[in-house]
């Protein structure tokens, strides 16, 4: 989807423009009469996912995940190290 502003909205609006185009990935074409639009869009990788996004994906791991033996014991036991 594109959204289209003229270019006094977007001096009113740049930073809230700006994080939308980063969170969304949405283009934001910026028009000034008698000129060539400008189109503000975001560079490679995919949108930052929201809170929600973020919750969806943690909870489609639930119960993927089993826990084997004691996870706060350590690893070695101190009789392992030297110490120099």
Not at 3 to 15: G, S
Not at 48 to 54: K, Q
């Amino acid at each position: 989807m594109t959204k289209h502003v003229t270019l006094a909205e977007f001096q009113a609006h740049a930073a809230d423009l700006l994080t939308e185009v980063q969170e969304t990935g949405e283009t934001v074409v910026i028009e000034q009469e008698g000129r060539p639009p400008l189109e503000l869009t975001r560079q490679g990788g995919e949108p930052t996912p929201t809170a929600e996004e973020r919750l969806r994906r943690l909870d489609a791991l639930r119960g993927s995940i089993t826990v084997c033996g004691d996870i706060m014991a350590p690893v070695v036991d101190d009789d392992d190290w030297e110490l120099d």
